[in-house]
C-alpha cells in the first residue's frame, strides 16, 4: 500500500488515501491536545509520526503485540485495544475503522474516537517517568500507565458502558486493575482521585516513581482496604443507568 503523509505544526501523519480528510481531523484533535498534556504531564512531544492503519488486520500486522494485549483483556474492553506506541510513532486505526468497531451503546464512539489522544498521553508518561522507551518490569501491571491515559485524554467521562459489561463479565475485579482490566478500569481509579483530591493528585499519582506505593499515597495515606472499597462503590456508580 502507497502511503500519503499531511503534516501539522508537531505531527506527521501517515495514511491511506480514503483517510485523507480524517488524517487532518485526528491531527487537529492531537494539536489541540498537545499543549494541556504537556503541561500537566511535564515532557515533550518531540519528533512523532501519525500511523492511521487503514484496516485491523494491518494494524495487528504492523503491532504484532497487539493481539496479545486484546487476548489478555477483558472482553468488555477488547474493542477498544485499537493502538500502540512504538517505534517513534502512534500506531492507531483510522477514524473510520474506529466508528465501525463502536457498540451500539453511548459512549462507544466516542471513547473509540479519543484513543489518539490516549496514545499521546501514553507517550508523555513515558519519559516523563525517566525511561524514554518504557519496558515493564516484570510482574508489573500497567494499570497506572492505562488509567493515566484515559484520564488525561478524557476518555472516562465515556466509560460508564463499558463498566457496566464488565461488571456483568466475569469475577469480581481485582483492586488496583490487574492487567486483564488496566485499559478499561484503570481510568476509573484516576476518576475517583480526581473526585476526592483534585487533579494535581492524579498527576501526582501518574508520575510516582515508585507504583508500590504511588497509591496509597495519592490517596493522603488512607489505607488500601478503604480506597478499595471507595472504588468499588464508584464503579457501582458508574454502572448505574445514566
Known amino acids: 500500500m502507497a502511503w500519503l503523509e499531511t503534516a501539522s505544526e508537531t505531527f506527521v501523519a501517515r495514511h491511506d488515501e480514503r483517510d485523507a ?8 484533535q492531537l494539536e489541540y491536545a498537545r499543549p494541556r498534556l504537556q503541561l500537566r504531564l511535564g515532557a ?6 501519525v500511523v492511521l492503519h487503514p484496516t485491523s488486520a494491518q ?3 504492523a503491532q504484532p503485540w497487539l493481539p496479545l494485549q486484546r487476548a489478555r483483556t477483558a472482553p468488555a474492553a477488547r474493542r ?5 506506541v512504538a517505534d517513534g510513532a502512534l500506531h492507531v486505526l483510522a477514524p ?7 457498540s451500539n451503546v453511548e459512549g462507544s464512539l466516542e471513547l473509540l474516537m479519543l484513543a489518539p489522544t490516549a496514545l499521546l498521553a501514553k507517550r508523555l508518561l513515558t519519559p516523563a517517568r525517566g525511561r524514554r522507551v518504557r519496558r515493564a518490569a516484570p510482574g508489573e501491571v500497567p494499570w497506572r500507565l492505562e488509567g493515566a ?4 485524554a478524557g476518555q ?5 458502558p463499558a463498566v457496566v459489561l464488565r461488571t456483568h ?8 486493575p490487574s492487567r486483564r482490566d488496566a485499559l478499561l478500569l484503570g481510568g476509573t481509579v484516576f476518576d475517583l482521585l480526581a473526585r476526592e483530591e483534585g487533579e494535581e493528585a492524579c498527576v501526582e499519582l501518574a508520575l510516582a516513581p515508585d507504583p508500590a506505593q504511588a497509591l496509597e499515597r495519592a490517596f493522603r495515606g488512607r489505607p488500601l482496604r478503604q480506597t478499595e472499597q471507595a472504588w468499588r462503590s464508584h464503579l457501582t456508580r458508574l454502572a448505574r443507568p445514566a
Not at 44 to 49: D, I
Not at 80 to 84: E, L, M, Q
Not at 156 to 160: A, Q
Open 156 to 160: 472516562t467521562r465515556h466509560v460508564r
Open 44 to 49: 515533550e512531544v518531540g519528533e512523532l509520526a
Open 80 to 84: 477498544y485495544v485499537v493502538g500502540r
Open 21 to 28: 480528510d480524517d488524517a487532518r481531523r485526528v491531527l487537529a
Open 149 to 152: 491515559a484515559q484520564f488525561f
Open 169 to 176: 463479565d466475569g469475577p469480581e475485579p481485582s483492586f488496583p
Open 59 to 61: 494494524l495487528d500486522a
Open 96 to 102: 473510520r475503522v474506529l466508528a465501525a468497531r463502536a
